[in-house]
């Protein structure tokens, strides 16, 4: 079974500090994702990643920035935590479509972000 | 842009009733998948059924079914015999079959199964 985890289930963090997300897949997939989730609003792209080192922007990137070093890990970084930024943040992977193999999303338990 | 409209916020069925979740999207696109995944209380997120748009056979997995209409830009979920671990939230999810494009959700159904 593909197995995605995120380091913590619940972070609660101060105003300005930076803020770390971290995010692990075991199944050798090519992509992967960070969304956020807010009530009302589903799921909304952040950052998503291809290939290691190689990052696209999502629906709302500021205020955050990823990195892939390997392809196993893709890191969310909140550089200057705010509170709008308190939220449901999940992380996600995937083959790539063009694999001609199935391409759904296999999710992480998710990271209860608090700022206060 | 590509979109995906779930019109119902909130549903409920009695259990071991049949209810049925709507989906529309938009796109210019001839070739891309359909997902529905579900989203239990407090849960991971897992997916029930995904639909390739090139098939006209409506996919199904168990209880599970989706009418699929491509023509008219629908991709709605059956869920049959309901049971009280249906109750979740559900998003109807699309994405082109190109090598780099991002997954479209829809903002999600809330469903509730009555004992």
């Known amino acids: 079974d593909v197995k995605v985890t995120q380091s913590s289930r619940y972070l609660v963090k101060r105003t300005g500090e930076k803020v770390f997300l971290e995010c692990v897949q075991d199944?050798?997939?090519?992509?992967m994702f960070w969304y956020r989730q807010d009530p009302g609003l589903g799921l909304r792209l952040i950052y998503f990643s291809y290939d290691v080192k190689m990052k696209e922007k999502g629906d709302i990137p500021e205020g955050y920035s990823v990195s892939r070093e390997k392809k196993e890990r893709f890191s969310l970084i909140l550089e200057s935590a705010s509170t709008n930024q308190t939220s449901m943040y999940l992380c996600a992977s995937s083959l790539l479509p063009t694999s001609g193999r199935s391409y759904e999303q296999y999710f992480g338990p998710g990271t209860r972000l608090t700022v206060t | 842009a590509q979109t995906v409209t779930q019109s119902q916020p909130e549903m409920s069925v009695q259990e071991a009733e049949t209810v049925t979740l709507s989906c529309t999207y938009d796109?210019?696109?001839?070739?891309?998948?359909l997902f529905w995944y579900k989203q239990p209380p407090s849960r991971q997120m897992i997916l029930v059924i995904r639909?390739?748009?090139?098939?006209?056979q409506n996919a199904t997995e168990n209880r599970f079914s989706v009418n699929f209409q491509k023509a008219a830009k629908s991709f709605s979920l059956k869920i049959s015999d309901s049971q009280l671990g249906d109750a979740a939230m559900y998003f109807c999810a699309f994405v082109k079959k190109t090598s780099y494009d991002k997954v479209i959700f829809g903002p999600g159904t809330s469903l509730s199964v009555i004992p």
């Open positions: 639909q390739e748009a090139y098939k006209q």
């Open positions: 796109t210019s696109e001839s070739d891309y998948y």
């Open positions: 199944m050798d997939h090519e992509n």
